[in-house]
């Protein structure tokens, strides 16, 4: 029989485990943590979920960043609510993470261009596509990519940051012997978490 993990019936160590995962996603293009399925609601008040790319886990801010395009429906979305959430299920490690809290895009200020200049060639020329993403094309080759000169700020007009700064946590651990789930709230500069039904 597997041994459980040291964060079963560790409170602290289950949230630890949660943004370690985080963190690894950041950097493991492999990781399930690397691509989470971002939550918005619509103008009308409908879910909308797509899969982002996490670039950043802040575990002491508490904080979360991925991009987007200005242009976009998750940019408006985030705008008039200032909410979102991320899910992520790791069926290798049993382990699912929801995170909710405010969401801010940055655009125009020092994180954005820390970010900007942070990204690959390859992945700054998304922001220069048009028309913007969601239009309706006659063909599905119908839009233009920019350059990919990795000099060229083609589409740093369209590009924002955006930083998640989570307010809860929210992790289950499956396993034959019984689950674990916890959710955390942040409190200030700390977390309050407790046990909860799986």
Not at 10 to 35: K, M
Not at 86 to 100: F, I, M, T, W
Not at 120 to 137: D, H, N
């Amino acid at each position: 029989m597997d041994a459980l993990p040291s964060f079963y019936d560790d409170l602290d160590g289950f949230r630890a485990e949660g943004w370690r995962c985080l963190a690894e996603g950041v950097e493991n293009r492999r990781s399930p943590f690397h691509t989470p399925t971002l939550a918005t609601v619509d103008a009308v008040g409908r879910p909308r979920l797509r899969t982002v790319v996490l670039r950043a886990a802040e575990t002491e801010a508490g904080a979360l960043r991925f991009h987007c395009d200005r242009r976009s429906d998750k940019a408006r979305e985030i705008a008039q609510s200032g909410l979102a959430a991320l899910h992520v299920y790791d069926g290798r490690a049993k382990l699912q993470l929801r995170s909710e809290g405010r969401a801010r895009l940055h655009g125009d200020d020092a994180v954005a261009d820390a970010a900007w200049a942070g990204a690959l060639a390859m992945s700054r020329v998304c922001y220069g596509i048009k028309p913007a993403p969601g239009t309706a094309l006659a063909a599905g080759d119908a839009y233009a990519l920019p350059g990919e000169d990795p000099e060229a700020r083609l589409g740093r007009e369209n590009f924002c940051a955006v930083v998640l700064t989570v307010e809860r946590m929210d992790l289950l651990y499956l396993d034959r012997r019984g689950h674990r789930r916890a959710v955390f709230f942040r409190e200030g500069e700390g977390w309050r978490g407790s046990w909860v039904a799986p």
